[in-house]
């Protein structure tokens, strides 16, 4: 054999020699390796076990507890309906465990129910319809997908049909005590259609037309036995729901006393009939900010009041910093 062929076999074999010396001595290091020190391992369980005692080992969902009789404005809930009983319990069930929404919804009827219920009852509405509202809107000035606005959530026609102005700089569906007589006025109107509050109710969703069309189409007089549109098929129950939780917070885990309420507004009454061009600097003038103005006032949009026409409005502002711009002057 050639010296050239020798090298040739030789520096492939001592190639492969030395990779297993290699993983050899890489193996007997890794026998010989120390475990972590046993103080390092317990340190790890310990933290672990610190982590799970953090969660309560007595935590637990509960079904909330569901009436054995139930009315909505002087007229029977028929529980004994199994698909009625079913309806009511999903209602509860979600507003019982959507906390934050419906803690906030139960400190608002401290701001706002004193005023809604004394409208009702002037209007000749059952009281009942109060939950209506927190339903709609959970007690706030909301705007929904479809364009309704307001704690009573009038789409620009009906509002407008129920003597509501919707303007560009006014609209009176955010305010509240117009806002709430119109929905007197639709319900009153949608009770001598139906019969009784439980459609009118419904109606307030659907609309006239829809309930009509529905009662008729299936040959019945009653909410509770008519196959609706799925948010129509809700709403009642949603509003029993409120109903059910608001009289009794603390029976279905919500924890409030009055303290916990939201309080009203302390205001004074302010009429005008001429045009206000700077409502910032008017507020000023009165001891407020706009801020504050347009927070008693949502009715009101934008910088200014167009008046054209000489209407008497009345603007709502802060009693106390009244008193205090008074003693300024």
Request: charged share 30%; proline share 5%.
């Amino acid at each position: 054999m050639s010296k050239r062929s020798f090298v040739a076999i030789a520096t492939p074999l001592a190639l492969v020699g030395a990779f297993i010396l290699f993983q050899g001595s890489a193996s007997k290091d890794l026998k010989h390796k120390e475990p972590p020190p046993p103080v390092e391992q317990a340190a790890v369980h310990e933290h672990r076990s610190m982590e799970l005692e953090l969660v309560p080992h007595d935590h637990r969902y509960q079904l909330p507890d569901m009436p054995d009789s139930l009315e909505f404005c002087g007229e029977p809930v028929p529980l004994h309906d199994r698909n009625v009983y079913e309806r009511l319990e999903r209602e509860l069930i979600v507003n019982c465990y959507y906390h934050s929404s419906t803690f906030l919804v139960l400190k608002r009827t401290g701001r706002y129910f004193t005023q809604i219920e004394q409208i009702l009852e002037e209007e000749g509405v059952p009281e009942d319809f109060k939950y209506l509202a927190m339903a709609e809107s959970g007690l706030q000035n909301a705007t929904s997908g479809a364009g309704a606005k307001g704690v009573w959530q009038f789409i620009r026609s009906t509002g407008r049909r129920e003597g509501l102005e919707i303007t560009s700089g006014i609209d009176e569906r955010y305010h509240l005590e117009k806002a709430t007589r119109a929905a007197c006025n639709y319900l009153k109107k949608a009770k001598s259609e139906f019969g009784n509050w439980t459609t009118a109710a419904a109606s307030y969703n659907r609309g006239e037309a829809g309930m009509r069309n529905a009662l008729d189409d299936q040959h019945q007089s009653n909410y509770y036995d008519l196959f609706l549109n799925p948010e129509t098929y809700r709403y009642v129950f949603r509003i029993l729901a409120m109903k059910l939780i608001e009289q009794d917070p603390d029976k279905y885990g919500f924890e409030l006393d009055e303290k916990s309420l939201y309080k009203p507004f302390s205001t004074y009454d302010v009429r005008v009939n001429t045009s206000i061009k700077d409502l910032p600097e008017y507020a000023k003038k009165k001891g407020t900010s706009y801020k504050i103005l347009r927070e008693l006032n949502p009715w009101i949009h934008g910088y200014s009041l167009e008046n054209r026409s000489g209407k008497s409005y009345v603007i709502e502002l802060p009693f106390l910093e009244a008193e205090r711009a008074d003693e300024g002057e």
